[in-house]
């Protein structure tokens, strides 16, 4: 079964394929062993592939479809009132913001790294906030998720667009 965890595992691979556990775990604030774990589940579920060169190879149709369809149902928020954080959603892109005239209200992942106040929104992964200075493409596409996982239908057509215009930036 796939865990909160695994999604940024599989956004890490496809963001940095050439990664090694140990880069991986650094990065997202986990153990080694937690991120082959996530590395197998993923592979498991046909998410990515088993490879000689990496860790694995992501499959991108899937990940996407899953990324679209299932993390929204499957990793449903908790969220707080208010809380103070890392902003994440549509306020962590301005650029998608103030190209589709979005005003929605703010979500932040709640840490004490963060400036902002807004929706507490219970991240993917513990160490979602971090990323925001340590790699900021995967803090994106976090956010982009967030959007996906709270928005009402409108926005979430917006994010998923936006989420497609991210993954194909990637491979170009």
Request: aromatic share 4%; charged share 25%; no cysteine.
């Amino acid at each position: 079964m796939l865990t909160p965890l695994d999604v940024a595992v599989l956004l890490h691979l496809k963001l940095h394929p050439d990664d090694a556990y140990a880069v991986i775990a650094g990065k997202l604030g986990i153990g080694r062993s937690t991120a082959h774990a996530s590395v197998a589940r993923l592979v498991r579920s046909g998410l990515a592939f088993a490879s000689r060169r990496s860790t694995a190879v992501v499959a991108d149709g899937p990940m996407r479809e899953f990324l679209v369809h299932g993390v929204p149902y499957a990793f449903a928020p908790d969220t707080v009132p208010r809380a103070r954080g890392v902003v994440t959603g549509f306020r962590a892109l301005p650029d998608v913001m103030q190209r589709e005239l979005l005003d929605p209200l703010p979500l932040v992942w709640p840490s004490p790294l963060g400036e902002d106040t807004g929706i507490g929104v219970e991240p993917l992964v513990p160490g979602a906030p971090d990323l925001r200075h340590r790699d900021p493409k995967l803090y994106r596409l976090l956010a982009l998720l967030d959007s996906l996982r709270l928005a009402d239908a409108r926005e979430r057509e917006v994010a998923r667009r936006a989420l497609d215009e991210e993954l194909a930036s990637i491979e170009s």
